[in-house]
């Protein structure tokens, strides 16, 4: 049984394109996914900050209507991200039992907890809707994905904040390798552009307030940047075992290396300034890769445009890389996409899945001037990755102190 690891199918639903082609061709193209919100709620409560980046292709556009109304919106997004990576793999003909699930979410059914909490408080306890708890808890994804596709191997889900996803994407790696299935559909999903959530990020000063033009807000490891944009969106990969894959023919878009997570331990809400939790993620990632950080040829960095995270982020990184971190293509492609909280590692697992492929460092968009404490190098056009084998890795922390770094190898 080969231990090695490809991927064969991936799909996405993001603020830039309703498909993973789509997202990358407008991710090359230097498109933004952020815009005005267009809500009553957001002048109902004075939101101070009144734009965000929502999925380009609403997903009651693409299910069935009985589909799309058992479901939370997070829940709709990872269907549609499964279904599009799943066809995009050949729907690969697969035992039950040897079909696995591992996909992530950082917040779950907010939307669904708190319009059922309306319903409760204006109707009365009998209108609330008897699918309520099936649709807001955070294995809600991962248990209808199961169900979709008949897997029955296991169908878990990870909860790590911002760094669920990515973290998942571990897990399947683990999964794989030990034997417990053969194929395993995995991701993450979040759908949590809601006036509470917008609000909470505001009051921790988190988010970006340039409400007069939001397609630039999200600008990672510029001088200027005052925040993150609020994100939301799904992707799915379907991870396989190099013999079953080349068992049936199907198609290999890149390798999947190895992957590594850690605990800073160190704050509920800030990362160790000193980067040492995520650089041991980087670390156990190539370790686990069997390559060494002279081998790396690309990153997608976390980036979220925050004044603190960004140069955080390159403390970790040259702490494993030294000086040559500073020739390494470097992607923040969040100024894109903004941020999409625990759905934010698998979109950008894609996107380096897709980098590899094709060669190209997507751009890092609004870069005004560079911050000398966050001297990667960034690009606003697309950046050649040149011949020969590639190693790409790509990074999520999140809130609780998690770290992981899963690493992808050129096919």
């Given amino acids: 049984m080969s231990k090695r690891i490809v991927v064969t199918g991936i799909g996405a639903s993001s603020p830039l394109g309703g498909t993973a082609p789509e997202s990358w061709a407008n991710l090359l193209a230097g ?20 734009f965000a980046a929502e999925v380009a292709v ?43 699930v591992d996909f992530a979410t950082g917040i779950g059914g907010v939307w669904t907890l708190l319009d059922a909490w309306d319903t409760l408080r204006e109707k009365g306890p009998r209108r609330v809707l008897p699918m309520t708890v099936p649709m807001l808890m955070p294995n809600a994804a991962a248990g209808n994905l199961s169900l979709h596709f008949n897997a029955r191997a296991y169908a878990r889900t990870v909860a790590s904040a911002c760094a669920s996803s990515t973290e998942s994407l571990v897990n399947a790696i ?48 510029a001088i200027d940047r005052d925040g993150f944009v609020m994100g939301e969106g799904a992707a799915a990969l379907i991870l396989e075992r190099e013999d079953h894959a080349r068992a049936r023919g199907a198609k290999i878009y890149a390798y999947v290396a190895g992957g590594g997570v850690t605990a800073d331990s160190y704050h509920i809400t800030a990362n160790d300034p000193e980067g040492q939790g995520a650089a041991r993620a980087v670390r ?26 960004d140069p955080n982020e390159y403390t970790a990184l040259q702490a494993v890389f030294g000086d040559r971190i500073r020739e390494v293509p470097v992607s923040g492609t969040k100024a894109s996409t903004g941020h999409l909280l625990g759905g934010t590692g698998a979109l950008e697992a894609v996107f380096s899945v ?9 751009p890092t968009i609004n870069m005004t001037e560079q911050d000398p404490a966050v001297p990667f190098r960034l690009s606003v056009e697309p950046q050649q990755l040149g011949a020969g084998d590639q190693l790409a890795i790509s990074n999520s922390f999140g809130f609780g102190g998690h770290n992981a770094v899963v690493a992808f190898r050129s096919a």
């Fill in 31 to 50: 498109v933004s996914g952020a815009r005005t919100l267009e809500y009553d709620w957001v002048a109902e409560y004075e939101l101070p900050v009144t």
């Fill in 58 to 100: 609403r997903p009651e556009q693409v299910l069935a209507r009985p589909v799309a109304k058992r479901l939370d919106p997070s829940s709709q997004l990872a269907m549609v991200a499964a279904m599009e990576a799943w066809e995009d793999a050949g729907s690969p003909e697969v035992e039950p039992e040897r079909l696995g």
């Fill in 174 to 221: 683990e999964h794989l390798r030990d034997g417990l299935a053969d194929v395993v559909i995995a991701g993450g999903t979040e759908s949590a552009i809601h006036p509470i959530t917008v609000a909470a990020f505001s009051s921790m000063q988190a988010l970006s307030r340039r409400n007069e033009s939001p397609e630039t807000a999200s600008r990672p490891g």
């Fill in 284 to 309: 156990m990632a190539l370790e686990s890769a069997d390559a060494s950080p002279d081998e790396v040829t690309h990153v997608n960095a976390h980036l979220t445009s925050t004044p603190v995270g």
């Fill in 354 to 362: 897709l980098a590899l492929r094709d060669r190209l460092a997507p």
